[in-house]
């Protein structure tokens, strides 16, 4: 079966720090992965995704991900964080089927601080 | 170009009322997908609907039931309303299926 894990429920910084939430995933068949960011209040927002071609993908926001299939990994990095980067975060993947299997793992809150 | 929208935004209900929730996807797009997202649960896919037809539903009881109408947008029906079923709905639509879900803002349910 496919899973997602998110290995850190929150994750505080301060502000102008680098950041990385951590995301592993399982599955015995090929997969696509996404990150989305959820502001407060609001609805998911696509970040990033990794479809084929380069391990590393760069994003909105200054975000990037890279994928690492023997470690079946995809953590999301920036490399200075902003106050409005406050959110939650969540990673997910899509095996066979499309998008109606897009499975989502728990979400990491990250907190900014000044 | 106008994006997701749901209505209503926040909703209060009785336990063991019903409710219908609505979406309007982004124009163009036939798909239309309905996630629960509980506190402390994650987002839990609901149903997925395109062109009109219901294509795939996640493990959710039947008194989480939903159409699509002609113009694409979607409707979620919650019948006999429990407690647990407080929580964000989250509508995404796509242009096709294996194409980027565009989220709406939701509306949150509360069941007391």
């Known amino acids: 079966a496919q899973s997602v894990t998110q290995l850190d429920s929150q994750v505080p910084v301060f502000e102008e720090a680098p950041v990385e939430l951590r995301c592993n995933y399982s599955?015995?068949?090929?997969?696509?992965l996404f990150w989305y960011v959820q502001y407060p209040n609001q609805g998911l927002q696509l970040l990033l995704k990794?479809?084929?071609?380069?391990?590393l993908v760069k994003g909105i926001n200054g975000f990037e991900a890279e994928f690492n299939k023997s470690q079946t990994s995809f953590h999301l990095r920036k490399p200075s964080v902003h106050i409005s980067d406050t959110a939650e975060y969540f990673c997910s993947l899509m095996f066979s089927g499309g998008y109606n299997k897009l499975i989502f793992g728990a979400g990491t809150r990250l907190a900014v601080h000044p | 170009e106008a994006g997701v929208t749901q209505s209503p935004t926040h909703l209060i209900k009785t336990r063991g009322q019903q409710v219908t929730l609505r979406c309007s996807p982004i124009s163009g797009h036939t798909s239309v997908y309905w996630y629960q997202q509980a506190l402390g649960l994650g987002l839990q896919f609901l149903l997925w609907?395109?062109?009109?037809?219901?294509?795939n539903r996640g493990n959710f009881p039947p008194r989480f039931s939903g159409r699509q109408f002609p113009n694409y947008s979607s409707e979620l029906n919650v019948n006999a309303l429990e407690l647990e079923d407080s929580a964000l709905y989250l509508c995404?639509?796509?242009?096709?299926?294996?194409?980027?879900?565009?989220f709406g803002n939701g509306t949150r349910l509360t069941v007391t």
């Open positions: 990794y479809l084929s071609g380069s391990t």
């Open positions: 609907y395109d062109e009109g037809e219901e294509r």
């Open positions: 599955s015995s068949v090929s997969v696509y």
């Open positions: 995404a639509s796509s242009l096709q299926d294996n194409s980027p879900l565009h």
